[in-house]
């Protein structure tokens, strides 16, 4: 005689595994083990919602803390200290701390009415200046772009420095002292930076070369700083970085690029000059690397030499400007405003010459185009070539 099976929840004959039928059984998504449908649970992963049975909810998932729904463990989920949260809870019931990222509850406890961001506990207390007026290093605002009735209609020839001062008097003092040189920050403003001890980077909008020679107040912001008891080249943390608009190196994108190749040959070629202009020591490379270190040139190595990481003397991995991290900060007019119009000639250099011309070219062909440009616009770089005897 032939055992008949039934199933055990309805008596059916059609016993796929189990001794359940199809209709009292399904297959679990996790381990594939058919199990009675009223024994499964549904579970959240970060893309949808699956059921597994009983046995893969205990040991494979963990609770929201908040709503209690389950959570696949192999899944990325939101935590705050040792609470997971599923997504919705997460985004009802968090934010995230504007200095360091992490999750936390208590939104209000820690909220700069004046700066408007939001920041956990050991934040807000170990770094969060008292005056209010001090950014976190995160900070972005929309950028305010200046120029002069000198500059072309619809120029994008734009710089922005981003001047470290470090090991001052007071902090407080001296951001309140300076922000009365910055317009209501449409000039600049002022962050911390994790670079510097006790410092402030300032921090400039995009300017024009003209703007910052003749309408920025340079003199005001660097004499405010000194009298503070502020350093930058004797600091030993500080640097001086240019960004400059990716537009001023051309119209399209490919324009862009392969001037910006250009400028890295340059600073390949003549890279000993640009080091004792830029008064780096080898010491401080790890901030500014060599974009290009072969003794040969080749295409393949100047592809590598665009993607070194933002730590290098041309960063080239913003969106809209590159950086030039080599100079190293300084609190002196002359050396500023020698540097701007460096960066100001080696636009002009990538933009009007071609790629043979910056392999060819010498140092003596670059000093004499600042002879050229005559001293009402690069006076202070061909007195601080003198002053560095690099001359040629």
């Known amino acids: 005689m032939e055992l008949e ?13 189990n001794d359940l039928c199809e209709d009292c059984g399904t297959t679990c998504e996790r381990c594939d083990g058919f ?46 200290e040792d609470d997971w949260l599923c997504e919705p809870c997460a985004e009802n019931n968090t934010f995230s701390c504007e ?68 090991n001052g008097d007071d902090r407080d003092a001296v951001v ?8 209501g920050e449409d000039l600049f403003y002022l962050k911390e930076d994790g670079s510097l001890d006790d410092g402030v980077e300032i921090v400039t909008h995009p300017l ?53 190749s250009k400028l890295i040959v340059l600073f390949w070629k003549h890279w000993d000059y640009i080091m004792k202009f830029s008064r780096r020591r080898e010491s401080d490379l790890h901030w500014a690397e060599p974009n290009y270190t072969h003794d040969k040139f080749s295409k393949a190595g100047l592809d590598h030499s665009k993607n070194k990481g933002r730590y290098s003397a ?22 500023v405003r020698a540097t701007l119009q460096l960066v100001d000639l080696l636009i002009t250099i990538v933009t009007t010459k071609d790629m043979r011309w910056c392999f060819t070219s010498s140092w003596a062909d670059i000093v004499e185009l600042v002879r050229i440009a005559g001293r009402h616009k690069y006076g202070e770089l061909a007195d601080y070539l003198v002053e560095r005897d690099i001359c040629a």
């Open 314 to 335: 041309i960063n080239t991995e913003n969106y809209s400007t590159i950086e030039l991290r080599i100079f190293r900060g300084s609190l002196k007019l002359e050396t």
């Open 35 to 80: 199990t009675a449908i009223d024994e499964f649970e549904p579970v959240l992963t970060n893309s949808e919602t699956v059921q597994w049975c009983a046995s893969c909810v205990t040991y494979n998932t963990t609770e929201c803390t908040k709503c209690t729904d389950r959570l696949d463990d192999r899944s990325n989920w939101p935590t705050v």
């Open 176 to 183: 309140e002292e300076l922000l009365i040189h910055s317009d």
């Open 208 to 260: 024009t070369f003209d703007c910052h020679m003749t309408k920025f107040p340079w003199g005001d912001v660097l004499t405010v700083a000194k009298e503070n008891g502020f350093k930058s080249h004797d600091a030993g943390t500080c640097g001086l970085h240019v960004h400059i608009d990716r537009r001023a190196f051309g119209k399209s994108l490919h324009k862009q690029e392969f001037n910006i």
């Open 99 to 166: 200095y360091c990222g992490d999750l936390t509850y208590s939104q209000f406890d820690y909220h700069c009415d004046t700066c408007g961001d939001c920041y956990c506990e050991g934040c807000y207390e170990e770094y969060h200046s008292h005056t209010g007026n001090l950014h976190f290093y995160s900070y972005k605002p929309s950028p305010v772009f200046h120029s002069t009735r000198n500059d072309q209609p619809g120029t994008h020839r734009y710089m922005g420095v981003e001047l470290e001062i470090d």
């Open 5 to 17: 099976i039934k199933c055990t929840n309805c008596d059916g004959d059609e016993v796929v595994a």
